[in-house]
């Protein structure tokens, strides 16, 4: 019953909220009071912006967006609507982004030229949903209205560049393309080029998992329009550059570079060490290729070294995680399918990277990490070594011109360039050095850093000297990584076992150098890493190689003789019966310690002679042993166990465990077990 003018009061609101519900963005009255006194002391847009970034990086944005909502009526907070907007856009909110610009605009609050740069941008940040093709290019073509007070601006154009490109809508983006002025505010510039070419190169690999492996020429000339198509655009770019409309820098001349290496025959690899010394005026190190004839013998060398992957061609595939160790690189030995017939290649096009001459107009760009790796790929799909290390020289020399300080990416691919000249020896001293000198604890060793230098090796494993080289580099990597990588192990096994006529000593040698690979092995993974976790694939792949490794020394006490000294041919059979029993547990399924991973089902009547055992566990690891430190190995867990079910069923399982106490008791007494816990 309402006996008070208070509950009378309340029920009426509770009425009218039900008849009249409030907006979303209604305050309450007593939250408006204190938004109230806190705008007083926020009359600078300035100190309101910043005010807004505090709340937004606590993650309290309904606060900060009834803040901005107040302040709307007294003082003009288009920066803060921003920073509201932006927020929601990286929080992936796309549609309360967009509702709150649509809610800016109703408060009499003017976006600006930035207000559209986030909505775009924050756009493109999430490609993969189906609205932000379509929306990004409603906000960019409704800012071409006449009553808009905001045109669009190269830094726009750009953006739903962006977003049609992470989308992969290529008709979208050639649309927003076909719309750009030749010269003037809104002209392209080098980013604009920059992601086209980028665009056009990912989307020539777009459908290559649909195809298959047996549409090999319809990949490839996919590519090859891909490459035409980036021909014709920087036939565009240089007279603009030449004029001084444009500058271009290392990312565009990367992009162009980038898509050049998707073609098939030499003349696109070729045509890379032109576009470098266009671009940046570095000098070719290798003779162009101009005849007809030379090109065409070339391509044929090179045709067979490419090869369909996901997102680069097959020589850059092998530095990835796995890194496959190829016997053969070079010429037909690779095995590939034969480049198809590619389409020809127009006149004007083919001069399009000539060098331009040096005019005051004219600035160059200056070459950096991105520019080297790409002159290496190029070097080795024409197969030319010695221009790769001379590009490499040029490049990296600190007092050359350039000084260009290598990251990990550029050393795996020099590596690769070593990998394929067979130079064990450069690939140990530049693994030395990248220990030793300054690069050391910046992360730049990885697995895959030895797995290339190893390959390097493994191809270089007739020489009398591999062995040595290899043994530098598996120090080295004892002394990186934190576990060893088993296939640098194994590939290191390929190197010490390789079918060469050499002196047994060698390779005794070598599995010296490999027995604390090996127990770092073992410890792997039997007790794991902080951090990692040991795949039963792991542990499969250190049973295989423990196994390899065995069969190796029986080859080297076989080959030796009697050549070995007794206490040396002891050594090497203690290792081996080690390694063999190691094996054998893993084969069994059992735990070093001595211990099964899963007991025996218990038999009936002996649930308690079991519990007996169970509880007896460690008591019967001190006792049934003579080591003084109380260990017990697998053997003597097993013989412990068979003896007391033996003893049960003859009923003689708890007179046993007394005569074994007593022994226990006056092992204890007489000092054996002195100092033991």
Not at 335 to 357: D, K, Y
Request: hydrophobic fraction near 40%; proline fraction near 5%.
């Amino acid at each position: 019953m309402l006996d008070c003018q208070a509950c009378i009061s309340r029920y009426i609101r509770i009425i009218f909220a039900n008849v009249f519900p409030r907006p979303d963005h209604a305050v309450d009255f007593k939250k408006k009071k204190e938004l109230d006194r806190e705008i007083l002391y926020l009359q600078d847009p300035l100190k309101l912006a910043e005010n807004t970034i505090a709340l937004l990086r606590k993650d309290d944005n309904e606060k900060a967006l009834d803040l901005v909502r107040a302040a709307s009526k007294q003082i003009p907070c288009t920066v803060s609507w921003n920073h509201v907007v932006d927020y929601e856009m990286s929080k992936g909110r796309i549609q309360k982004a967009v509702k709150i610009y649509n809610e800016m605009k109703k408060r009499a609050q003017k976006p600006d030229a930035q207000t559209f740069t986030i909505i775009l941008r924050g756009l493109s940040w999430h490609p993969h949903l189906q609205e932000t093709v379509p929306l990004a290019l409603k906000i960019y073509h409704s800012m071409f209205a006449e009553n808009c007070p905001i045109k669009p601006n190269i830094i726009h154009t750009n953006a739903v560049l962006n977003v049609c490109a992470r989308a992969r809508d290529m008709d979208a983006l050639w649309g927003v393309a076909a719309r750009l002025p030749p010269k003037g505010q809104g002209a392209p510039n080098n980013l604009t080029f920059t992601m086209i070419l980028n665009a056009i190169r990912v989307s020539a690999f777009s459908n290559d998992k649909d195809l298959g492996d047996e549409a090999w020429e319809e990949q490839s000339l996919r590519r090859q329009r891909a490459v035409m198509r980036g021909r014709q655009i920087w036939e565009e770019i240089v007279p603009r550059w030449r004029a001084g409309d444009m500058w271009i820098d290392e990312e565009l001349m990367c992009a162009m570079g980038r898509l050049l290496l998707l073609g098939s025959v030499a003349r696109d690899y070729d045509d890379i060490l032109s576009l470098a010394e266009q671009v940046m005026s570095i000098p070719r190190r290798k003779r162009p290729l101009q005849e007809p004839r030379e090109v065409a013998d070339a391509g044929e060398q090179t045709a067979s070294a490419q090869k369909s992957s996901d997102d680069k061609d097959s020589v850059i595939r092998e530095g990835r995680q796995n890194d496959p160790m190829q016997e053969k690189m070079d010429g037909d030995d690779l095995g590939l399918p034969p480049s198809p017939q590619t389409p020809i290649l127009n006149p004007a096009l083919a001069n399009v990277f000539q060098l331009v001459s040096t005019a005051p107009k004219i600035s160059f760009a200056r070459p950096g990490r991105n520019t080297l790796s790409l002159l290496l790929d190029a070097c080795i799909n024409l197969r030319a070594i010695p221009s790769a290390q001379a590009y490499w020289g040029l490049l990296t020399d600190p007092s050359g011109p350039y000084n260009v300080i290598p990251d990990s990416e550029n050393y795996h691919s020099y590596l690769r360039v070593l990998r394929v000249q067979r130079n064990s020896k450069a690939a140990a001293g530049l693994i030395a050095d990248m220990y030793s000198g300054e690069l050391k604890g910046m992360g730049m060793l990885q697995p895959k850093t030895f797995r290339i230098a190893l390959s390097a090796c493994v191809r270089d494993r007739n020489s009398p000297h591999a062995m040595e080289h290899t043994i530098k580099i598996l120090n080295v990597m004892y002394k990186a990584l934190p576990e060893p990588d088993i296939k640098s192990l194994e590939m290191f096994l390929d190197v010490a076992a390789a079918p060469v006529k050499r002196d047994f000593r060698i390779t005794l040698e070598a599995l010296r150098a490999l027995e604390t690979g090996t127990r770092l092995l073992r410890n792997y993974v039997l007790f794991g890493a902080e951090g990692a976790i040991v795949t039963d694939e792991l542990k499969g792949a250190a049973t295989e190689f423990a196994k390899r490794l065995v069969g190796v020394y029986d080859s080297v006490l076989f080959f030796a003789g009697d050549r070995l000294e007794g206490g040396e041919r002891s050594g090497i059979m203690k290792q081996k019966a080690g390694l063999s029993a190691w094996v054998q547990r893993r084969m069994r399924g059992v735990k070093e310690g001595g211990r099964r991973e899963a007991r025996e089902p218990v038999k009936e009547g002996e649930e308690n002679l079991v519990r007996k055992i169970r509880e007896s566990e460690p008591l019967a690891l001190r006792t049934y042993s003579g080591d003084r430190h109380g260990r017990m190995g697998l053997k003597g867990a097993a013989g412990h166990t068979r003896m007391l079910r033996k003893g049960a069923r003859r009923g003689e399982g708890v007179g046993v465990w007394k005569r074994m106490k007593r022994a226990r008791v006056a092992r204890e007494r007489s000092g054996e077990f002195e100092g033991f816990e």
